[in-house]
Protein backbone atom coordinates (compact mmCIF):
# COMPACT_ATOMS: atom_id res chain seq x y z
CA UNK A 1 0.00 0.00 0.00
CA UNK A 2 3.46 2.14 0.63
CA UNK A 3 4.88 1.37 -2.39
CA UNK A 4 1.35 2.87 -4.52
CA UNK A 5 0.69 5.51 -2.00
CA UNK A 6 -2.65 4.52 -1.05
CA UNK A 7 -4.02 4.35 2.66
CA UNK A 8 -2.73 1.17 4.69
CA UNK A 9 -5.67 -1.43 5.30
CA UNK A 10 -8.18 -1.06 2.19
CA UNK A 11 -6.83 -4.77 1.96
CA UNK A 12 -7.47 -6.62 5.12
CA UNK A 13 -9.84 -9.85 6.44
CA UNK A 14 -12.60 -7.84 7.68
CA UNK A 15 -15.95 -7.19 6.56
CA UNK A 16 -17.90 -3.79 5.81
CA UNK A 17 -20.02 -3.91 8.78
CA UNK A 18 -16.88 -4.29 11.07
CA UNK A 19 -15.18 -1.39 8.91
CA UNK A 20 -17.65 0.90 9.09
CA UNK A 21 -18.33 0.67 12.55
CA UNK A 22 -14.74 0.59 13.61
CA UNK A 23 -14.54 -2.81 15.61
CA UNK A 24 -11.06 -3.77 17.04
CA UNK A 25 -9.68 -7.39 16.57
CA UNK A 26 -11.01 -8.64 19.96
CA UNK A 27 -14.50 -7.60 19.06
CA UNK A 28 -13.83 -9.52 15.25
CA UNK A 29 -12.85 -12.30 17.06
CA UNK A 30 -16.08 -12.20 19.39
CA UNK A 31 -18.15 -12.24 16.79
CA UNK A 32 -16.55 -14.89 14.34
CA UNK A 33 -17.30 -17.75 18.01
CA UNK A 34 -20.86 -16.72 18.22
CA UNK A 35 -23.10 -19.98 19.52
CA UNK A 36 -24.44 -20.53 16.12
CA UNK A 37 -20.75 -20.75 14.31
CA UNK A 38 -19.76 -23.24 16.60
CA UNK A 39 -22.29 -25.22 16.34
CA UNK A 40 -22.42 -25.00 12.84
CA UNK A 41 -18.27 -25.90 13.12
CA UNK A 42 -19.51 -28.53 15.22
CA UNK A 43 -21.62 -29.96 12.80
CA UNK A 44 -18.99 -30.00 9.59
CA UNK A 45 -16.30 -31.68 12.44
CA UNK A 46 -18.89 -34.71 13.21
CA UNK A 47 -19.67 -35.25 9.64
CA UNK A 48 -16.28 -34.86 8.71
CA UNK A 49 -15.00 -37.71 11.44
CA UNK A 50 -17.99 -39.86 10.36
CA UNK A 51 -17.32 -39.99 6.63
CA UNK A 52 -13.54 -40.65 7.70
CA UNK A 53 -14.56 -43.68 10.06
CA UNK A 54 -16.77 -45.15 8.01
CA UNK A 55 -14.08 -45.06 5.14
CA UNK A 56 -11.14 -46.62 7.38
CA UNK A 57 -13.41 -48.92 8.99
CA UNK A 58 -15.12 -51.05 5.41
CA UNK A 59 -14.71 -54.08 4.27
CA UNK A 60 -12.92 -53.84 0.59
CA UNK A 61 -15.65 -56.90 -0.02
CA UNK A 62 -18.87 -56.67 -1.28
CA UNK A 63 -21.14 -60.46 -1.58
CA UNK A 64 -24.62 -61.37 -2.14
CA UNK A 65 -26.55 -64.32 -2.18
CA UNK A 66 -29.08 -65.44 -4.18
CA UNK A 67 -30.65 -68.99 -4.60
CA UNK A 68 -31.27 -70.27 -8.08
CA UNK A 69 -34.99 -69.92 -8.75
CA UNK A 70 -35.04 -72.89 -10.80
CA UNK A 71 -34.21 -75.88 -8.58
CA UNK A 72 -34.89 -75.51 -4.89
CA UNK A 73 -33.03 -78.59 -4.34
CA UNK A 74 -31.89 -81.93 -5.43
CA UNK A 75 -30.38 -85.39 -4.28
CA UNK A 76 -27.47 -85.82 -6.57
CA UNK A 77 -25.20 -88.95 -6.97
CA UNK A 78 -24.04 -90.37 -3.88
CA UNK A 79 -26.87 -89.65 -1.58
CA UNK A 80 -26.21 -86.04 -1.26
CA UNK A 81 -28.89 -83.25 -0.84
CA UNK A 82 -27.42 -80.31 -3.40
CA UNK A 83 -29.09 -76.59 -3.51
CA UNK A 84 -27.46 -74.01 -6.11
CA UNK A 85 -26.99 -70.36 -5.71
CA UNK A 86 -25.50 -67.12 -7.53
CA UNK A 87 -23.29 -65.51 -5.65
CA UNK A 88 -22.30 -61.65 -6.71
CA UNK A 89 -18.72 -61.31 -5.58
CA UNK A 90 -17.20 -57.42 -5.58
CA UNK A 91 -13.40 -56.69 -5.43
CA UNK A 92 -13.81 -52.97 -4.28
CA UNK A 93 -10.14 -52.43 -3.94
CA UNK A 94 -7.92 -51.49 -6.52
CA UNK A 95 -5.56 -54.30 -7.08
CA UNK A 96 -6.49 -57.84 -8.54
CA UNK A 97 -7.47 -60.17 -5.56
CA UNK A 98 -7.97 -64.19 -5.47
CA UNK A 99 -11.30 -65.24 -3.78
CA UNK A 100 -12.12 -68.63 -2.19
CA UNK A 101 -15.25 -69.52 -1.13
CA UNK A 102 -16.64 -72.04 1.46
CA UNK A 103 -19.83 -73.11 3.65
CA UNK A 104 -20.49 -73.79 7.15
CA UNK A 105 -23.71 -74.04 8.95
CA UNK A 106 -24.92 -78.14 8.22
CA UNK A 107 -22.93 -81.03 9.50
CA UNK A 108 -20.61 -82.28 6.18
CA UNK A 109 -21.66 -79.14 4.32
CA UNK A 110 -19.33 -78.58 1.45
CA UNK A 111 -18.78 -76.71 -1.98
CA UNK A 112 -19.25 -79.21 -4.70
CA UNK A 113 -18.18 -76.50 -7.29
CA UNK A 114 -15.08 -74.31 -8.22
CA UNK A 115 -14.11 -72.94 -4.91
CA UNK A 116 -11.13 -70.15 -5.90
CA UNK A 117 -12.72 -67.18 -7.94
CA UNK A 118 -9.89 -64.23 -9.25
CA UNK A 119 -11.24 -60.72 -9.37
CA UNK A 120 -9.50 -57.46 -11.09
CA UNK A 121 -9.66 -54.28 -9.77
CA UNK A 122 -12.64 -52.64 -8.67
CA UNK A 123 -14.54 -55.40 -10.53
CA UNK A 124 -17.90 -57.92 -9.46
CA UNK A 125 -18.67 -60.73 -11.03
CA UNK A 126 -21.60 -63.39 -10.64
CA UNK A 127 -20.51 -66.59 -9.61
CA UNK A 128 -22.25 -70.07 -9.75
CA UNK A 129 -22.19 -72.44 -6.61
CA UNK A 130 -23.02 -75.74 -5.66
CA UNK A 131 -23.55 -76.77 -1.98
CA UNK A 132 -23.74 -80.32 -1.23
CA UNK A 133 -24.84 -81.85 2.04
CA UNK A 134 -25.61 -85.36 3.20
CA UNK A 135 -28.94 -86.54 2.97
CA UNK A 136 -29.42 -87.54 6.83
CA UNK A 137 -27.33 -84.65 8.20
CA UNK A 138 -30.32 -82.58 8.71
CA UNK A 139 -34.55 -82.66 8.83
CA UNK A 140 -36.50 -81.67 6.22
CA UNK A 141 -37.34 -78.01 5.91
CA UNK A 142 -34.81 -75.23 5.47
CA UNK A 143 -31.47 -74.43 7.09
CA UNK A 144 -29.66 -71.51 7.80
CA UNK A 145 -26.51 -71.49 6.49
CA UNK A 146 -23.62 -69.07 5.65
CA UNK A 147 -21.41 -68.81 2.17
CA UNK A 148 -18.09 -66.98 3.30
CA UNK A 149 -15.49 -65.67 1.15
CA UNK A 150 -12.41 -64.95 1.90
CA UNK A 151 -9.30 -63.48 0.17
CA UNK A 152 -6.61 -64.94 -0.29
CA UNK A 153 -3.66 -62.36 0.32
CA UNK A 154 -5.39 -61.15 3.25
CA UNK A 155 -7.52 -63.22 5.32
CA UNK A 156 -8.75 -60.33 7.14
CA UNK A 157 -10.94 -59.28 4.38
CA UNK A 158 -14.01 -61.90 4.72
CA UNK A 159 -17.45 -61.98 4.13
CA UNK A 160 -19.84 -64.06 5.34
CA UNK A 161 -22.96 -63.68 3.46
CA UNK A 162 -26.16 -65.81 5.29
CA UNK A 163 -29.02 -68.18 2.93
CA UNK A 164 -30.84 -71.00 3.69
CA UNK A 165 -30.45 -74.29 2.56
CA UNK A 166 -33.20 -76.58 1.43
CA UNK A 167 -33.60 -80.56 2.73
CA UNK A 168 -36.29 -82.41 0.95
CA UNK A 169 -38.64 -83.56 3.25
Given at each position: ?D??????G??R????????????????????????????????????V???????????????????????S?????G???????????????????Y????????????AS??????????????????????????????????E?????????????????????
Open positions: MKMHYARLVLSTQSAMAQGWSRAQMLRRVFRPRVLLYGAGLLAITAMVTSLSVRVPLKVDVVRDRGTLRIVAGMVENIYRVQIGNATEVPQHVLSAAGLDGLRVDTAVALGAAEDRWVVIRLQAPYGAAAGGSHPVAIVRAQADPAIQVAAPTTFLVPR
